[in-house]
């Protein structure tokens, strides 16, 4: 999940520049920084991509409308192949909109993150922005154009918030892997990593039992004088552990690579999020080339401890030109690093926990307190407002035709759809099932990945919502 | 329309204390003055009225919502009798919520409209505040209860939109007389003025020609020296007229008068928004009051003036204690004339045009630049933001269960439902009819106004989403 892991994400972004395939004119729209009230006058430029080689003017053909995730929006334009592949078809416009405060879009430029500007940084203010580009679009059309959302992941949770809380606006949304549901009270803690877990597991069930085993054993290294020694000089670290609480550190840079591994695992060669380590040409085999190194289960702690670090060196340093893991060189202070964090202290405070017991990582609870406390040393946020927004509540949504639109298709190769008549336990499941298939949203809905099945539903989803939009024309004066 | 005739509204509230009748405890809730951005950590309490008597805790009985209008949330508590009446049956409690900005809910005390404070009072800021009081109002109850939203003319606006946005939150909303289409592009510009005009011409067509009449005459009479003097004489004014162009404030508060007149058609004794006039027993009778004055459409000039002069005195000094006409006591200022000042400049600019031919108003077209001006005057906002809220587009919205559950149903009698199979021009329809009847909003859903069909219609439909509700619980973790 880019959610968890947005620290290696932007790491990877920041290193591993792809190489660009799709095309599009870059344009900006002048936003208001506040929708909600009238206590500021102050504007900025929305950055968006349009790609119209394949619309239709005039003739009520689609606006495809990709809602921008935490980065530069360039990244999920790139790797949003569905849409591409659908614009002929459809005449459809596309149209790939930067959310504020990431990539070029910084509402007070370099001073975008200071304290008294960042506040305007919500996804609440986002979609507003996403209104008014789409109102700006659609006018000037002798027939006017529906428009469908696309997202994935967080940018996934836009498209279904988008259609949830402005229907006028769009007609329908297709939301990848986009947990709406973790949040406080939705799900269990414990479901991400689990579930993460599980694809280790079915890797090599060795590998995730080694790597539970790992983290006792770092503990004990740290402890003492030569362990630390012994661990600075065969994991080559960069920034070398002085004291035995530097090992925290590095046990995070750990669980970020795993839960990463995790969500990046396409199966067809990508240079979404990360290139850093080998394109894969199967669904399982990135586990595969990780956990060659950890298929005894009960290596001793030394040995263990070297095989984890080949394992790694996979993913940091594949090319094998890094001379040290530098495992700060993940927590650069980027603005889509920083973006994320702000949001997660706010709005998308997404409960995550551990038990080393049916998962892989170390006990850890979930400690909001800490966490809040965290939030207000970073942000000088006072607690009142560390707090899930009460107006994004997924779970408790009633299950109107907006949510049937806004699901997480790729749910183990199923496409399971939220609709009127599923229970929400039922929407539960195909969340916790969808978070193990982040596999496919890297290129968000890229055709590459759909079963020709997949394909269809997607296409006849939008087919009929055109129609019925064009069935009931607003009515103008 | 309370939201075209705030200044003749607010002034009856201030002259005319009714009766109470129905009781509630005062509480208060703390509020955040930004839900939707993280820039300000300003709270302020928000007032709200409990009657928890018929409320069975903890069975997942319901909570009856009002959401509160332009003004002290105490009169609507007094005039929304259906609530009560409904209560029993339905174990509901009783909330009457105050919108921010009115009544005792000032955030900002009595700097509230300083222009450095008001910026926060805007629909969506005060709808996020039902949906916070909400939330604590559910909390600790065994079994969760559904809430359903009740509002009447811009309270019944944000009844709609409360379901439209948060249908999380809020199962259902009875909404009447709402006129959640009277935006630029969604009706015409004449069509509250041409309803209004109807109600006159079907208690006496003499009575709606002499009043279209009389703007002619009274420009002639002010015109000249003789003819003010004439009329500060025999109108009685307070504040005489000096040069020719004081007669425009007179003429705006003869509109307003008749507009209010039209609103405040109730079919049984009432002092909701104005006892100043007698009670009136049939759905007619105020009119005919006021138009046996008129009952001749061929009165000269200075027998027509004196006549409607007879006229208008029923309505502002029945009792006979008025020394004068003051038409400038309408305009205090006070907060709640002040409020819908500013929200009719920002969130709620409502085009209004009159062409004299189908209504019997002086001839006005709707100019938004001018409008503009006056409140850039008032207000100082930046024209940018003087335009409807992207976000609040009624006729765009697409007819989903929220609409149909948010109408006016009061429609000449009838229930007209929007859903989903109603073409746009048949809700524009609902709405124009419904302007004529706002005529039972004083006491909104008051039993006595409601057939029995209707009765039984509404409670139905409060027993049905009631039912849904605990058929699909939410489920916890």
């Known amino acids: 999940m880019m959610m968890i892991s947005s620290v290696l994400v932007i790491m990877c972004i920041a290193l591993c520049a792809g190489a660009e395939q799709y095309t599009y004119h870059t344009k900006y729209l002048d ?177 995730a039992s080694s790597i539970r085993k790992s983290w006792a054993h770092l503990n004990n290294m740290s402890s003492t004088d030569a362990g630390r020694k012994w661990l600075n000089e065969n994991w080559k670290l960069c920034k070398p552990l002085n004291k035995s609480s530097d090992i925290n550190e590095l046990k995070d840079w750990l669980q970020n690579v795993y839960t990463s591994l995790a969500m990046i695992d396409y199966p067809y060669p990508t240079n979404f999020l990360c290139q850093c380590m080998p394109p894969t040409r199967s669904q399982n085999i990135k586990y595969e080339v990780m956990c060659q190194q950890l298929y005894n289960s009960s290596m001793t702690d030394k040995v263990l401890l070297k095989s984890l670090f080949k394992a790694v060196n996979v993913y940091f340093n594949y090319t094998g030109s890094a001379n040290c893991l530098d495992i700060e060189s993940s927590a650069t202070q980027n603005l889509g690093d920083l973006g994320w964090s702000y949001q997660s202290c706010t709005e998308m405070v997404m409960p995550m926990c551990t038990d080393g017991v049916n998962d892989m990582f170390e006990p850890s609870v979930w400690d909001f307190a800490k966490f809040s406390e965290e939030c207000y040393d970073t942000w000088k946020l006072s607690q009142i407002l560390i707090a899930p927004s009460s107006c994004m509540e997924g779970r408790t949504y009633p299950l109107l035709p907006t949510l049937s639109s806004a699901m997480d298709f790729w749910t183990r190769g199923q496409v399971v759809e939220f609709c009127p008549v599923s229970p929400p336990p039922h929407m539960q ?16 809905l890229t055709t590459q990945c759909l079963s020709k099945r997949q394909d269809f539903f997607h296409k006849n989803r939008i087919r009929a919502w055109i129609r019925n939009f064009h069935l009931l024309p607003p009515t103008t004066n």
């Open 31 to 207: 936003m208001p920084v506040d929708h909600f009230s009238f206590a500021t006058n102050h504007t900025f430029k929305l950055r968006y991509l349009v790609n119209d080689t394949f619309f239709q003017e005039h003739t009520g053909s689609p606006i495809f409308f990709y809602t921008g995730n935490e980065g530069d929006i360039e990244m999920f334009a790139q790797n949003t192949g569905f849409m591409f592949d659908a614009a002929p078809e459809f005449g459809a416009l596309l149209v790939f909109a930067e959310h504020r405060y990431y990539g070029k879009t910084l509402p007070f430029g370099n001073k975008s993150y200071d304290l008294n500007n960042v506040g305007y940084l919500t996804s609440q203010q986002a979609l507003a922005d996403f209104v008014v580009l789409i109102r700006h679009l659609q006018q000037n059309q002798d027939r006017p154009s529906p428009v469908i959302a696309f997202g994935g992941s967080y940018g996934g949770m836009l498209s279904a918030y988008l259609r949830m809380k402005y229907p006028n606006v769009v007609i329908g949304a297709i939301a990848a892997s986009a947990p709406i549901f973790q949040f406080t009270g939705l799900i269990p803690c414990e479901a991400f990593n689990r579930i993460a877990t599980s694809d280790y597991r079915s890797a090599s069930p060795a590998c």
């Open 429 to 444: 499941l195909s969340y916790q099932k969808g978070l193990t298939t982040w596999t496919c949203v890297g290129r968000i």
